[in-house]
């Protein structure tokens, strides 16, 4: 088991909506503060996505993303700043014909995907290697693709958190590693209760755990009720935790969230409850092998 577990925040993603949680931060200014809230109540990374400030969809704009991370330097040069690379590979079938993509669909050229990594050199950046079905939707990740995007990662200074949301991702990620394409054990992140996905159960999160590589540090963590209980098994099967508001936008059944720092802080309790303190940034840093 880990000395302390590292808390990330997920601060707002790209599936939550300002209609399901007004609190939910859109614009660059709201999306650090809510890290720079995050990291006062105990996380010590935390993982970004950016929306368009004017409408709250999401958005993979440089500026964007360059914004928030001076905003947060700006304040906290210790807290891990993991950018996403996950926007980028979504397909959506037209009713007409089902080959050709129609609204919604998001497919981009793995390059493109990881621009703003290239560029702003992040400690982290976030690797999907699903494919799968989502909703009416289907997302995309191509084992050349996601190499791609895992090389340019690694040569941008910034370590690949590699995103299971299925037992096939983790054979994708033993490729990966076999080819050359990540550097072993790494950084995994257990996603559970994505629907046709892993199930967010103590079982299956012991099977996903099991398949990963020796050595490998990850995460585990659960969408929407899962996400406080799986704190707690996460832990207790040696692994890392994750809340936030792209993560679940309820604190408790029927009362939404009212902030990310709220998450924090519940999961903090968790973890309290079971005799342990989260790591600080520098514990996680030095953890992680981050500079």
């Avoid at 990291?39 to 950016?50: D, K, L, N, S, T």
């Avoid at 079938?93 to 089902?98: G, R």
């Avoid at 993509?101 to 950046?125: M, N, S």
Wanted: aromatic share 4%.
């Amino acid at each position: 088991m880990l000395p302390k577990p590292i808390i990330t925040c997920a601060v707002t993603g790209n599936i939550t909506t300002i209609e399901q949680n007004s609190h939910l931060p859109v614009t660059p200014e709201q999306i650090a503060d809510a890290v720079l809230e995050a990291a006062e109540e105990g996380a010590a990374a935390a993982h970004i996505h950016v929306r368009d400030p004017k409408t709250g969809r999401p958005s993979m704009e440089l500026d964007h993303y360059r914004d928030v991370m001076d905003r947060v330097r700006r304040k906290n040069r210790d807290v891990v700043i993991n950018l996403t690379t996950g926007p980028g590979g979504r397909f959506v079938p037209s009713d007409e014909d089902p080959r050709v993509a129609g609204p919604g669909t998001t497919l981009l050229a793995p390059e493109k995907r990881i621009e703003h990594i290239t560029i702003l050199k992040p400690d982290i950046a976030t690797l999907d290697l699903n494919t799968m079905n989502s909703g009416e939707q289907v997302v995309i990740n191509t084992r050349r693709n996601t190499a791609i995007m895992a090389r340019a990662i690694r040569d941008a200074g910034a370590v690949p958190e590699i995103e299971l949301f299925d037992s096939g991702d983790i054979h994708l990620a033993h490729r990966l590693l076999a080819d050359g394409d990540l550097d072993g054990p790494g950084l995994y992140s257990i996603v559970m209760g994505v629907r046709y996905g892993f199930d967010a159960s103590p079982e299956t999160l012991l099977y996903a755990r099991n398949l990963l590589p020796k050595g490998a540090a990850w995460t585990g963590f659960g969408i929407g009720r899962s996400a406080l209980p799986m704190v707690a098994q996460a832990w207790l099967l040696g692994g890392n935790v994750r809340v936030g508001m792209e993560d679940t936008v309820y604190i408790s059944k029927g009362e939404l969230v009212r902030s990310n720092g709220q998450l924090v802080r519940a999961a903090r309790e968790v973890l309290r409850s079971l005799g342990v303190e989260p790591a600080t940034p520098a514990e996680a840093r030095t953890a992680l092998g981050l500079a």
